[in-house]
T-cell receptor, first 115, second 114 residues
Framework: DAGVIQSPRHEVTEMGQEVTLRCKPISGHNSLFWYRQTMMRGLELLIYFNNNVPIDDSGMPEDRFSAKMPNASFSTLKIQPSEPRDSAVYFC?????????????FGEGSWLTVV | AQSVTQPDIHITVSEGASLELRCNYSYGATPYLFWYVQSPGQGLQLLLKYFSGDTLVQGIKGFEAEFKRSQSSFNLRKPSVHWSDAAEYFCAVGADGGNEKLTFGTGTRLTIIP
């Protein structure tokens, strides 16, 4: 089975540009997560969807960040405008629904560098 | 709020030696506990998880972990490490009540020497 698929794998962009990260969760999974990983802050949950509805976006750093899930097989994380401090690895993950203890499967990440 | 502490930032172990990575959690009720491994440039892969029942859980790649409620710990062990085990290891805790959010520790980087 295909795992969680993220694109792009690597992106280098200039400060002020818009960045869009994409995610395709595992088929049949109805929970989707966006995490950010940095050396300073480790792994942080940005936002969590269940059945395409945002359940918890308390981790979204500021208004420059937005996430959508228009259907069960696609989600985007957008940063506009981007800043150098947004440089990080962004992971998308999915699981089989809103039940505690479900295994969360991670994609390979999108490595973002903002210069 | 739940939290996880991994007190060891970096551990070096000789190939063939035993390994124990420490994890302490803070959560008021019965936690859901996980260990993930991250190889360089890769995403996180689940090694094992604990919900309830037997406090010693077996995972993939020969790893096991033991839940000790009295010590609020969930340490990861392997009797004999291989060079391919070099990676970053993350402990995570999840809350009950239908919320799937995981809180991760800061990770322990494992180096294997010949």
């Amino acid at each position: 089975d295909a795992g969680v698929i993220q694109s792009p794998r690597h992106e280098v962009t200039e400060m002020g540009q818009e960045v869009t990260l994409r995610c395709k969760p595992i088929s049949g999974h109805n929970s989707l997560f966006w995490y950010r990983q940095t050396m300073m802050r480790g792994l942080e949950l940005l936002i969590y969807f269940n059945n395409n509805v945002p359940i918890d976006d308390s981790g979204m750093p500021e208004d420059r960040f937005s996430a959508k899930m228009p259907n069960a097989s696609f989600s985007t994380l957008k940063i506009q405008p981007s800043e150098p401090r947004d440089s990080a690895v962004y992971f998308c993950a999915s699981s089989m629904g809103q039940r505690s203890g479900n295994t969360i499967y991670f994609g390979e990440g999108s490595w973002l560098t903002v210069v | 709020a739940q939290s996880v502490t991994q007190p060891d930032i970096h551990i070096t172990v000789s190939e063939g030696a035993s390994l124990e990575l420490r994890c302490n959690y803070s959560y008021g009720a019965t936690p859901y506990l996980f260990w993930y491994v991250q190889s360089p440039g890769q995403g996180l892969q689940l090694l094992l998880k604990y919900f309830s029942g037997d406090t010693l859980v077996q995972g993939i790649k020969g790893f096991e972990a033991e839940f000790k409620r009295s010590q609020s710990s969930f340490n990861l062990r392997k009797p004999s490490v291989h060079w391919s085990d070099a990676a970053e290891y993350f402990c995570a805790v999840g809350a009950d009540g239908g919320n799937e959010k995981l809180t991760f520790g800061t990770g322990t980087r494992l180096t294997i020497i010949p």
